[in-house]
Each structure stands twice: as structure tokens, then as C-alpha cells.
């Protein structure tokens, strides 16, 4: 069993900045990567990062590539999502999610546990 848990989330102006952290425990040591998915009111739940566990490898979708960064910390087990230069259309839950088995994915239905989702809210 994996546990994430997010947090950082919150109510920012057009133009702000959020850093978004999730915090892994359990069997983390099985985790191949982790990804950033994002789901606004009536949408699809859409990837926006991934890094892999081992060798830190990243991808960022085009959507918010150049404004939002994935990162790691070893030590804290935790995975960061930076975002600057926000704006109303990034308005959505966030939720991290570990995938145990890889190759790296931006697949939703590939990731095998999920945190509970940290909201954020860009007001113009």
C-alpha cells in the first residue's frame, strides 16, 4: 500500500504562484513514478506532470509547460508541483498519483493509488 497526501492548495490572483506538495508513505520503495493530474468542474481528469521515482526523469504537458515544474525531494519522499504565472483556466482539484509498475505514463488508468485531491482556485 501506497498513502499520498496533498496539500498547498488554495485561492490565488491571476498571476500568482502555488507549490503544491504530496507526501508519499508506506511502500514507497515500489513506487516507479509520480504523476500530477488535474480535474476542473465537468472535465476529464487530465495529467500535467510526471517524474520518475529512480532517475528523476519529467515530463509536463504542453497546457502549462514553461509555467509549472515537477520535482522531487528524496529524503521527504514527497513530490512538488511549482506553478507561477497562473491563471483562471488552472482552476481545478490537483492530485497526485503513484504508479508502481511504469514505464512512465500520462495515462490516468495506469496510476494504481491516488491522494484525495488539494483545490485551487485562480481568480482573474
Known amino acids: 500500500q501506497v498513502q499520498l497526501v496533498e496539500s498547498g492548495g488554495g485561492l490565488v490572483q491571476a498571476g500568482g504562484s502555488l507549490r503544491l506538495s504530496c507526501a508519499a508513505s508506506?511502500?514507497?520503495?515500489?513506487?516507479?513514478?509520480m504523476g500530477w493530474f488535474r480535474q476542473a468542474p465537468g472535465k476529464e481528469r487530465d495529467i500535467i506532470a510526471t517524474?520518475?521515482?529512480?532517475?528523476?526523469?519529467?515530463y509536463v504537458a504542453d497546457s502549462v509547460k514553461g509555467r509549472f515544474t515537477i520535482s522531487r525531494d528524496n529524503a521527504k519522499n514527497t513530490v512538488y508541483l511549482q506553478m507561477n504565472s497562473l491563471r483562471p483556466e488552472d482552476t481545478a482539484v490537483y492530485y497526485c498519483?503513484?504508479?508502481?509498475?511504469?514505464?512512465?505514463?500520462?495515462?490516468?488508468?495506469?496510476?494504481?493509488?491516488w491522494g484525495q485531491g488539494t483545490q485551487v482556485t485562480v481568480s482573474s
Open positions: 508506506g511502500r514507497t520503495f515500489s513506487i516507479y513514478a
Open positions: 517524474i520518475t521515482w529512480s532517475d528523476f526523469t519529467t
Open positions: 498519483a503513484a504508479d508502481l509498475t511504469g514505464p512512465a505514463t500520462t495515462r490516468r488508468d495506469e496510476y494504481d493509488y
